[in-house]
């Protein structure tokens, strides 16, 4: 398996084929996607393996990376750089942590990190933005200490446990980034 991306804790290699199974844990755990996913469905393997195999490895527009733990190399989340527009330099960017033993341990910021870095320093992207819903303060603040300012709000678009969420967007210049 192809390394691309690290840091001293993470590796962050292309997805294939063979992460389809563990993919589809991850997007079928109510836990992990709670805060991350709109439509909160579940989903068939056959339904993630031809969406992997369409949305994330054949697509143009797209990276997308297992994050790894070096030491013995677990499989605990996946980060993507979507939309890439490489004529305006910009692209969204998604992460996920599916192994919740993982949770609040630091390494969804050293992935985005590893990512940004990738995005900023070697596609020489100028900007990267997210989609964050309001209830998912942990990542909020992931993002915010990453250096990613809120640039709107899409109100009340996210209804989740019998209530209405905004779905805030952020947003991040290279050279905001390169401050850090």
């Not at 996913?37 to 369409?54: A, Q």
Request: glycine share 6%.
């Amino acid at each position: 398996m192809l390394t691309v991306l690290s840091s001293k804790n993470l590796r962050l290699r292309k997805m294939g084929n063979e992460d389809i199974e563990k993919y589809h844990t991850w997007r079928n755990d109510i836990d992990v996607m709670i805060t991350t996913s709109p439509t909160l469905d579940v989903y068939s393997i056959d339904e993630t393996k031809k969406f992997v195999e369409e949305v994330i490895l054949n697509s143009h527009s797209s990276k997308s990376y297992i994050i790894e733990l070096k030491k013995d190399h677990s499989p605990i989340g996946v980060t993507s750089l979507i939309n890439i527009d490489s004529k305006n330099r910009n692209a969204e960017c998604i992460i996920d942590i599916g192994e919740k033993e993982y949770w609040g341990k630091g390494y969804g910021s050293e992935a985005l990190k590893v990512l940004l870095d990738y995005a900023f320093l070697e596609l020489n992207l100028h900007r990267v933005s997210l989609r964050v819903f309001s209830l998912n303060e942990r990542a909020i603040h992931i993002y915010n200490k990453l250096g990613f300012e809120k640039e709107g709000v899409i109100r009340e678009s996210l209804y989740r446990n019998g209530r209405w969420h905004d779905i805030i967007t952020m947003g991040i210049l290279k050279k905001e980034y390169m401050r850090e």
